[in-house]
């Protein structure tokens, strides 16, 4: 397993050196030089390559036979079925009708309501369980359960929510079922050749977005980040069979001592229009006046993660990849620069304006409208101007 | 009590930037630091050895400078560490990566507690907590912000979807931890001393008895097909001032 490079083929052309993020290379007498002590394998450089000159040599590994079939990890919280077990189902809909597969939804309850819906959303299968075990989001019982089927009926495709939840149980299931597991995935295809699932996240602090594959291990799993997945359409309702399944031999060994409910919901991910700050708004005043004019407006108000962590507003405002994904109609973005962990959260915003003071900020690459002002301005001239 | 922590080596900026003509990174003073999380996770070792006593052990898989890192660590306070790196690691996703930190593990010894940061800042997977204690076999409990020890057990606060929970998981088990859990100290002169002594032992492929068909590229079952720049939305259209962008807000708010 190494880096090799033709020197037939290479030309020093050096695009190589500056895709490296290691610095493992460099281009001596126009012959290129790999530091086998830095390279990690990235393929930066195999891809930067216009020569086709560099490759990493791996090994084809044979396929695992899957049994077929699109599966989806259909989560669960106080109030019932969360909107990403929907929004999997509806993906997962849109792969099967390339491919032809079927779509199973793993439902850990008893609910008929809850599974008709999971079929209307797309599933032709709903596997239910009536367990004890199952009451509590564990990640022990729910992979127990989770593997015990994926090993009788062996899918091809295993997806979960990008929940907390789901991104502790999802590592467990790879792990216990030998698998690749692609993190936060915020667009999956199949490949029209292949077959394979494509599945797309934002790598190297998300300024790249990198498409992984699993090529020879069954199932492809991935976990997919909620509200970026669009809703099912309401149609008409569909057919599909409940098949009752069998739960977890135990509890887990983690117990559940009490729960603190979250506390007022600040809405944002439910919100229709959001006016949003980040550090280029300058004091905790403007944020202040930021909540008048949102009040005023009918708005919600969301953060960038550095407000939060500076203490100026709650986790429940924070927008981003750690934060809520958002899907408002109309999103004004006040001093926010567009990190991408940030705009990851706001992906599913209709329209978005953008506010800030540096011309080259990312975020203008997100919006329809922009503005190059002071953000602290511009609010005060807002809140004026709605009087 | 026994405590391991799994530390990575990340740059040190969390924004990589892209050239936009070429596509490619741009590397201008990108040192390499421990990812954030993982120094909350060595902080929150290093205060439950205080209150009960034990050792702290920092393991890492990496590049041979990776040895800085578990040498800072130990600068901090960590009482040994160990290094796995070889070619043959290279190319690790998730699943690889746990199986040779797994082997780390075993070569180190026993643990009570295994602690890692809750994800990396460069990968953002958040994976490697749960795989490695599959793995082990051992219970895993995940975005801890609170750590109460108890006999042969755990009383733990953590974030859920609907809130927080407290737990109680038996030990030994693996956290993962959040930024919550207190604030990196600073090196003491004395660990810094000590850190200057302190040999960081290496484990190769073989040393760690690793299958090498398990680890690097060849144990990986994820690839990386492709990469390319995040989409924009287009060209944004300019407005020329806050009037404007009242009048399209009234427009749109409709």
Redesign the interface.
């Known amino acids: 397993?190494?880096l090799s490079v033709s020197k037939k083929a290479c030309v020093g052309c050096g695009?190589c050196v500056?895709?490296c993020?290691?610095?493992a290379l460099r281009v001596e007498n126009k012959t290129l030089v790999i530091d086998?002590?830095?390279?990690?394998?990235?393929?930066?450089c195999v891809?930067?390559c216009p020569q086709s000159a560099l490759a990493?040599r791996?090994?084809r590994a044979r396929v695992h036979e899957a049994g077929g079939g699109i599966w989806v990890f259909a989560?669960r919280?106080?109030q019932g079925l969360?909107p990403v077990a929907l929004e999997l189902c509806a993906c997962a809909r849109r792969l099967a009708d390339q491919s032809g597969a079927r779509v199973c939804a793993l439902l850990p309850a008893d609910s008929p309501d809850e599974a008709r819906r999971l079929i209307d959303a797309g599933a032709d299968c709903v596997f239910t369980c009536q367990s004890p075990y199952l009451h509590e989001?564990l990640?022990?019982p729910y992979?127990d359960w989770v593997c015990a089927l994926a090993a009788q009926h062996r899918p091809d495709i295993l997806l979960f929510g990008a929940?907390?939840?789901g991104?502790?149980?999802?590592?467990?299931v790879?792990?216990?079922l030998?698998?690749?597991?692609?993190?936060?995935c915020t667009a999956l295809s199949t490949c029209a050749e292949t077959g394979l699932l494509?599945q797309t996240r934002?790598?190297?602090?998300?300024?790249?977005?990198?498409?992984?594959?699993?090529?020879?291990?069954r199932p492809q799993m991935a976990t997919v980040r909620p509200g970026v997945m669009p809703l099912p359409e309401g149609g008409a309702p569909r057919r599909g069979e409940i098949v009752p399944t069998e739960g977890p031999k135990g509890p887990?060994?983690?117990?559940?001592?009490?729960?603190?409910?979250?506390?007022q919901g600040a809405g944002i991910e439910k919100a229709e229009?959001i006016f949003s700050a980040g550090r280029g708004i300058g004091t905790r005043k403007t944020l202040e006046r930021l909540f008048e004019l949102a009040e005023r407006?009918?708005a919600q108000v969301g953060v960038s993660r550095p407000l939060c962590d500076m203490g100026w507003a709650g986790r429940e405002h924070q927008i981003g990849?750690t934060g809520t994904s958002v899907r408002p109609?109309?999103l004004?973005a006040f001093g926010i620069s567009g990190?991408?962990?940030h705009?990851a959260g706001m992906t599913g915003a209709k329209?978005?304006?953008?506010?800030n003071q540096d011309p080259e900020a990312p975020i203008?690459?997100?919006?329809?409208?922009?503005?190059?002002?002071d953000a602290q301005?511009?609010i005060e001239?807002?809140l004026q101007?709605?009087q | 009590m026994n405590i391991l922590v799994c530390a990575k080596q990340v740059?040190s900026s969390?924004?990589?930037?892209?050239?936009p003509d070429?596509g490619?990174?741009i590397?201008d003073g990108?040192e390499a630091v421990i990812n954030p999380f993982d120094s909350h996770a060595l902080e929150a070792a290093l205060c439950l050895r205080e209150r009960l006593g034990g050792t702290v052990s920092v393991l890492s898989m990496?590049?041979?400078?990776c040895a800085d890192m578990l040498r800072d660590c130990v600068a901090r306070g960590a009482d040994q560490t160990l290094l796995l790196t070889d070619?043959?690691f290279?190319?690790a996703?998730?699943?690889a990566t746990?199986y040779a930190l797994s082997l780390g593990v075993s070569a180190l010894g026993g643990f009570d507690l295994i602690l890692c940061g809750r994800m990396a800042?460069?990968?953002?997977?958040?994976?490697?907590?749960?795989?490695l204690?599959?793995?082990l076999g051992i219970?895993?409990?995940?975005?801890v912000f609170a750590i109460e020890p108890q006999q042969d057990a755990l009383?733990v606060r953590r974030?859920?979807?609907?809130?927080?929970?407290?737990?109680?998981?038996?030990l030994p088990?693996l956290l993962t931890v959040t930024r919550e859990l207190g604030v990196p100290r600073m090196p003491s002169i004395d660990g810094v001393a000590r850190s200057l002594r302190h040999d960081v032992r290496t484990l190769s492929c073989a040393e760690a008895g690793a299958d090498p068909e398990k680890c690097?590229?060849?144990g990986?079952?994820?690839?990386?097909?492709?990469?390319?720049?995040?989409?924009?939305?287009?060209r944004?259209?300019?407005?020329a001032?806050?009037?404007?962008?009242?009048t399209?807000?009234r427009e749109?708010?409709e």
């Not at chain 1, 086998?36 to 930066?44: K, N, Q, S, T």
Request: charged content about 20%; overall charge neutral.
């Open positions: 397993m190494s695009l500056r895709a993020p290691q610095s086998g002590g830095r390279c990690v394998l990235c393929g930066e891809r930067a990493i791996r090994e989560q919280g106080s969360l989001t990640d022990e992979a929940t907390l939840f991104r502790q149980l999802a590592p467990r790879a792990a216990r030998h698998t690749g597991l692609t993190a936060d494509h934002p790598a190297f602090g998300g300024n790249l977005m990198a498409t992984i594959i699993t090529p020879a291990h887990g060994r983690v117990h559940i001592l009490s729960r603190t409910p979250r506390g229009v407006a009918g990849q109609r109309v004004v990190a991408i962990q705009l329209t978005v304006i953008a506010v203008f690459g997100a919006a329809q409208y922009k503005l190059v002002a301005e511009t001239q807002l101007s709605m | 740059p969390g924004e990589v930037r892209l050239d070429t490619t990174i590397r990108c990496g590049i041979p400078a070619r043959a290279a190319g996703d998730t699943l746990s800042v460069d990968g953002d997977t958040a994976q490697i907590g749960p795989e204690s599959e793995r219970p895993c409990v995940c975005d009383v974030e859920t979807d609907d809130g927080a929970e407290q737990v109680r998981v038996p088990a690097g590229l060849s990986s079952p994820t690839q990386v097909l492709s990469t390319a720049a995040p989409q924009g939305r287009g944004a259209q300019t407005l001032d806050a009037g404007q962008l009242c399209l807000l749109v708010l």
